[in-house]
């Protein structure tokens, strides 16, 4: 059974920054690409970014790109979602997720109906 734990959320102001984790066994982060998503109240899940299982592809949707940074921390077999400049509309629970594929088109294409989920943690942005 595939464990992804995140950590990092909490409230922020507008244009404030939050660093989130996702922390998983390593035999997957070797393996398998990692995607963050978001869920907003009454909102469907979408995902915002991913990373390769090699590192070297990277995805964001257009709404966070420039302003959010997937990462691998190999070390401390972590997957970070660094997000800085951040808006009212970022306010979400963030999860991660791997679909034990390599790459990140199973997030570009929105199948993710077969993913493994972490618990997810709240992000909220208000002034």
């Known amino acids: 059974q595939v464990q992804l734990v995140e950590s990092g959320g909490g409230a922020v102001q507008p244009g404030g920054s939050l660093r989130l984790s996702c922390a998983a066994d390593?035999?997957?982060?070797?393996?398998?690409?990692v995607a963050w998503f978001r869920q907003a109240p009454g909102k469907g899940r979408e995902g915002i970014s991913c990373?390769?299982?090699?590192?070297?592809?990277?995805y964001y949707l257009d709404s966070v790109k420039g302003r959010f940074t997937i990462s691998r921390d190999d070390h401390a077999n972590t997957v970070n979602l660094q997000m800085a400049d951040l808006k009212l509309e970022d306010t979400a629970t963030y999860y991660c997720?791997?679909?034990?594929?390599?790459?990140?088109?199973?997030?570009?294409?929105?199948?993710?109906?077969?993913?493994?989920w972490g618990q997810g943690t709240q992000v909220t942005v208000s002034s």
């Open positions: 997720a791997t679909d034990m594929q390599p790459g990140c088109t199973w997030v570009e294409r929105g199948e993710f109906q077969r993913a493994s």
């Open positions: 390593a035999s997957i982060l070797d393996w398998y690409s």
């Open positions: 990373i390769s299982a090699s590192g070297i592809n990277q």
